[in-house]
């Protein structure tokens, strides 16, 4: 995928996505990552992303992560998120194929496990940015509710 062109089919579908209806659930006016990131955490193999907060990676406070899998996620082939800021008790996030899961990746600690079961996962992680303020009532429910 590194290797497309931004011209590419799949970067024209990327593009109409987020600029026509991703941006619809936020006020209509985002910024996004121009490439997302595809992961394939294969079945029986180890963790493939230790826990950590973007922000401290992409030093991007004001990003919101849209994580779509395109397998059915559960168990220890998903991603695993702490259930709130700083509790480090993270727990698997089960996704299904044709769902999506909006987080605050920048500030909540997440990441893998082994792979114990016996389903590969594939998803794409998108990172976006809301250009609205006040911030619509769905990026103040995932981001509003950052400690101090
Ligand atoms: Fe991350």
Redesign the pocket.
């Known amino acids: 995928m590194q290797s497309l062109h931004d011209d590419s089919r799949f970067y024209k579908i990327y593009n109409e996505f987020m600029r026509n209806y991703v941006s619809r659930f936020f006020g209509g006016k985002i910024s996004y990552s121009q490439h997302p990131k595809m992961r394939v955490h294969l079945a029986g193999t180890s963790s493939v992303?230790l826990w950590?907060r973007?922000v401290d990676i992409t030093h991007r406070p004001d990003q919101i992560n849209m994580w779509v899998p395109v397998t059915d996620c559960f168990s220890s082939n998903s991603l695993f998120v702490e259930s709130d800021y700083g509790r480090s008790d993270y727990r698997p996030i089960d996704v299904r194929y044709g769902e999506v899961l909006f987080f605050d990746?920048g500030y909540l600690s997440?990441g893998t496990v082994d792979n114990a079961t016996n389903k590969t996962r594939v998803s794409f992680d998108l990172r976006f940015s809301v250009l609205r303020s006040p911030l619509p009532a769905l990026a103040q429910a995932i981001i509003g509710n950052r400690p101090g």
């Open positions: 992303s950590h973007d990746g997440h």
